[in-house]
């Protein structure tokens, strides 16, 4: 069963930093290209950052660009999201989603979330 | 890159269909099979209910099923059943590795 589990989430304020964390397991991590979604309190969903099964290609979204950068360690199954100058409008819980990579580019299994605070 | 558009709200009577619809253009939605559809509940993280259009997930009931013709996709829920009841999302790949999803659509269950 696959099993993803955010965490490193809190209040920031305003151009500060913060690092987020998601552990697998159920899966063989290093298989599997991983994403990350966020979400605002209230609002829709956003797809935020994208990162190839083995770590050589990376994409963002326009919104978060040069600001934030998803990374990963295959030998910890741990994905990780750098956030940096973080603005109000990064207040969002971001879950860690896992692309199934069999050419469908969608996002089969989500993790419970980890909420952003970007505040003073 | 612009969301797509979906309805606010949908409702229907238990066992009724109801289908929801997701705008975007040819840059997306009308230039890719690679549309999909979340279900969330309140407080809870999303769950796949559809990918590719129209393939089901293993443990998805049949009662969900997806389309889409030129720029619009819909989801429909035969059937409809209490639980049923959340907030429904598209998405769609958008090309050069970007991904858009709708505004969302609140089904509720009379």
């Known amino acids: 069963q696959v099993q993803l589990v955010e965490s490193g989430g809190g209040v920031v304020q305003p151009g500060r930093s913060l690092r987020l964390s998601c552990a697998a397991s159920g899966i063989t991590f290093s298989r599997y290209a991983m994403h990350w979604v966020r979400q605002a309190p209230g609002k829709g969903l956003e797809w935020v950052a994208l990162i190839s099964y083995d770590g050589t290609n990376e994409y963002y979204a326009d919104s978060v660009k040069g600001r934030i950068s998803i990374s990963r360690d295959n030998s910890k199954n741990t994905l990780y999201l750098q956030m940096s100058s973080l603005r109000a409008e990064d207040t969002a819980v971001y879950y860690c989603?896992?692309?199934?990579?069999?050419?469908?580019?969608?996002?089969?299994?989500w993790g419970q979330g980890t909420l952003v605070t970007v505040s003073s | 890159q612009s969301a797509l558009t979906q309805p606010r709200s949908v409702s229907g009577s238990p066992g009724q269909s109801v289908t929801i619809s997701c705008t975007g253009t040819?840059?997306?939605?009308?230039?890719?099979?690679?549309v999909s559809w979340y279900q969330q509940h309140p407080g809870k993280a999303p769950k796949a209910m559809i990918y590719?259009?129209?393939k089901r997930p293993s443990g998805v009931p049949d009662r969900f099923s997806g389309s889409k013709s030129g720029n619009t996709a819909s989801l429909t829920i035969s059937g409809l059943q209490a639980e049923d009841e959340g907030d429904y999302y598209c998405c769609s790949y958008a090309g050069s590795y970007t991904w858009v999803f709708g505004g969302g659509t609140k089904v509720t269950v009379l």
């Open positions: 989603t896992r692309d199934p990579s069999d050419g469908y580019n969608y996002f089969a299994n």
């Open positions: 040819s840059s997306d939605v009308g230039g890719y099979n690679y």
């Open positions: 590719g259009v129209s």
